[in-house]
């Protein structure tokens, strides 16, 4: 392990703390790191169980059900994709993994790694965000896809809680969701 962290953060005061400890090694005072977003670098903070597996899986900014609808997957002539699109083929990650540690609340910084979706999963990934926007066309709110349908992505709430929603195009309000990166498949990425 590159660091061993003891509760000189705990955990139990601070949902984030490993957020700050990262923040502590990159030697920064906020979470908009502003070299990593020049350099369109996402910061994800990882944490394995002492087993060595992966329980949560990677999140995306909530999406907007109406203008998702209108979005393209990929319009060669107008050079446009959509966002969830955008996000897999352009953007270069940053994985912070941490690992619990067995029968204690210490925790070690396992691994840091620089990471780009693979275009080889890509039609995996669109095939969810298609069957996203049927759902949606169609009503459809309980069936969006999820993390047993695909081995790389899936859709599940992103809100603050039950209320926290946004309007459909039939004019619902329905709870924030957006595309996750499944569990399992980041935790082979990471090859731990």
């Known amino acids: 392990p590159i660091y061993k962290f003891t509760r000189y953060l705990d955990p139990k005061k601070s949902k984030s703390y490993k957020r700050l400890i990262v923040n502590r090694i990159l030697d920064v005072n906020s979470n908009n790191i502003e070299e990593l977003e ?38 060669e002539e107008n050079e446009t994709m959509a966002d969830f699109h955008l996000q897999l083929e352009t953007k270069k990650f940053l994985f912070v993994v941490f690992q619990k540690q067995k029968n204690s609340d210490d925790i070690i910084l396992k691994k840091i790694m620089f990471w780009n979706f693979p275009m080889k999963d890509i039609g995996e990934a669109e095939k969810v965000w298609q069957k996203t926007i049927d759902c949606i066309n169609e009503n459809r709110y309980k069936d969006l896809p999820k993390m047993s349908e695909s081995v790389v992505a899936h859709v599940r709430p992103h809100g603050k809680n039950s209320s926290d929603t946004v309007i459909t195009p039939q004019g619902s309000h329905e709870m924030k969701k957006c595309f996750w990166l499944n569990a399992k498949y980041i935790e082979k990425v990471l090859e731990i």
Do not use: H, R
Request: a negative charge; charged letters at 25%.
């Open 38 to 75: 020049k350099a369109n670098i996402t910061l994800k903070v990882i944490t394995l169980e002492y087993t060595g597996t992966l329980k949560e899986s990677i999140s995306f900014p909530a999406f907007d059900y109406k203008d998702l609808t209108t979005q393209v997957w990929y319009d």
